[in-house]
């Protein structure tokens, strides 16, 4: 069968592109990166991706005078390397909705909280403020709200009586890590799929194993 074409769109550090480009590698995985696209020049993910001999291009926000324009030349890389499905990984820019709306129901975001809650920044610090006993990280297909869409898939990380942003943030990357090549997996298998404002799933088991924190023994 023919492999999902991916566009990974990334702004820094890029570890979930690596995560992507890592399954990506596995014989039988269901998709492949045509390119990844950076809007800053000095984002690590792009020389992840030239390492792995991926189309790695930077189109700098701060090159183009409008968001529109920006956005009009992210949209024509995307369609000449025939994506399929877009992935933004760490990709710190608002997108106007004639963008998003171009790729609705075929883009993805992943996000570091457990949506609806803790939408926008520094979600690490303001769960473990706010005392709630669960950070997590969430998979959802993109409208024009932020981190808004229908939501694909969740991990809920307990949240330790001593955690830091930056302990909860490395414990929440490896649920990320686990969570993206398996989101893709699903889409592209055609095992998730949008139905109104939600993901109907087909063949996938949603677990019974509920997470009491802190535990009880
Ligand atoms: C992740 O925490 C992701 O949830 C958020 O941005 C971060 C990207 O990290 N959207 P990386 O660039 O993939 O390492």
Redesign the pocket.
């Known amino acids: 069968m023919a492999k999902l074409k991916l566009g990974v769109m990334?702004?820094?550090?890029?570890?979930?592109?690596?995560?992507i480009i890592d399954a990506c590698a596995e014989a039988d995985y269901p998709a492949e990166i045509q390119v990844v696209i950076s809007n800053r020049p000095e984002?690590?993910?792009l020389e992840r991706a030239e390492k792995a001999g991926i189309n790695a291009i930077c189109i700098d926000h701060k090159n183009f005078e409008t968001r529109e324009a920006f956005e009009g030349a992210v949209h024509n890389c995307l369609k000449e390397h025939n994506v399929e499905l877009v992935c933004?990984?760490?990709?710190?820019r608002i997108l106007n909705s004639d963008f998003v709306n171009r790729w609705r129901d075929r883009m993805i975001?992943?996000?570091?909280s457990l949506l609806p809650s803790y939408k926008g920044l520094h979600t690490h610090a303001r769960a473990i403020e706010d005392g709630v006993r669960f950070g997590g990280?969430t998979i959802h297909f993109v409208r024009p709200e932020m981190d808004n869409g229908p939501i694909l898939m969740q991990a809920a990380v307990p949240i330790a009586y001593d955690e830091t942003p930056e302990s909860l943030?490395a414990k929440?990357?490896t649920y990320?890590h686990k969570m993206y090549p398996a989101a893709i997996r699903m889409i592209a298998e055609g095992k998730a799929r949008v139905s109104g404002n939600k993901v109907a799933f087909n063949g996938i088991d949603s677990g019974d194993v509920g997470i009491i924190s802190p535990a009880t023994k």
């Open positions: 990334i702004s820094g550090s890029g570890t979930n592109l690596q995560a984002a690590k993910g933004l990984a760490g990709f710190m975001n992943i996000h570091p990280c943030a929440t990357l990320e």
